[in-house]
């Protein structure tokens, strides 16, 4: 079976017709972002913000077009609201938006009660992020996801990081995800974690042009869209930074908590601190700190070097009020096993590195169940200053 192509894709979309604005959504220059990988279609509908919650049945009337066409498995429609900065008035320039660094926490407020309708099998969303890119995120996170899971948990992974994701290759998977009855996505799974990842939807190579909110409309998807069944713990995969997607995703999905990845480094410590820093400011409890790369263990004559310094993650930590949950050392076997779809912490289990990732993991999961005893938490408020 021939898979379907964009213009048939495009086609099918000019039925589809705005009605507030009496035209087909093709002809307007809404559709944007169109993925198409072994009959699994993405795409996003811009809308005016204003606009948005009243464009649902749209959004459905979009994706059920596309979804009648042969060759087609699953559809994944967004709305992305896109609206220009007005210029500023005269006098003086009021300070940017900022989150109220103190928000309430009802018992439990209907925003908390809609999250957790997100993704109503999961019992704990836990965030691994870092305030920069290339400190061994992903494979912070993909080796805490197995620790967790060989420490008795039911474990999945979000590979968030929409523009760079790396989770199939770290856990060894390929192919795409089957659509079940209830038209949602079966994760895929390996060594008994389930993952879904925007890299099963798109080529490797395939850069991913998207704006912040079509990256969230994406990413609540992949939760809300998602067979996950019953999980103790989903462990999220953020994209590195501290810019418009992390910001919301830390806002608008369930998180239980963080855990902050950072090399030794005075410059990944700086923008570790800004990551912790987000975090806090929208209410998300942060779990800790590890220090990857913490120390280098020469193979050949057993000598240490600190290529990146050393303890300043956990002097951070022991500044700001945080915990420290351990140190990885830089290794070539982490690196290889991670590359190779086999992480240590399930190839090795026996080495000492997939012994320190399983400790970590354990101090992780203690602290989360703390978490779930506590009431739900609102969203943060957004205050113009």
Known sequence: MAEVTEQQILDTLKTVTDPDRQA???????VSGLVIK??????AIEVDPDRGPALEPLRKAAEQAVQALDGVLSVTAVLTAHRETPAPAAGPAPRQSAVDSEPQRPAA???????KRLVPGVRAIVAVASGKGGVGKSTTAVNLALSLAANGLKVGVLDSDIYGPSMPRMLGIRGKPDVLDNKKLKPMENYGVKCMSMGFLVEEDTPMIWRGPMVMSAIEQM???????????LIADMPPGTGDAQLTMAQRVPLTGAVIVSTPQDIALLDARKG???????DVPVLGIIENMSYFNC?????????????GAKKVAEELGMEFLGEIPLDMAIRETSDSGQPIAVSRPDSEHAEAYRK???RVWEKVSKELDEPARQAPRIVIQ
């Open 109 to 115: 407020g209907p925003a908390a009660q809609a999250a």
């Open 360 to 362: 970590i993991a354990a």
């Open 276 to 282: 912790l820093n987000m975090f806090r400011k929208v």
């Open 223 to 233: 939760l809300r869209d998602v067979d996950w069944g019953e999980l103790d713990i």
């Open 299 to 311: 193979p050949h004559c057993g000598g240490r070097s600190e290529i990146f310094s050393h303890g």
């Open 24 to 30: 087909d959504i093709v002809s307007l220059d809404m």
């Open 38 to 43: 072994d009959g699994n279609i993405g795409f």
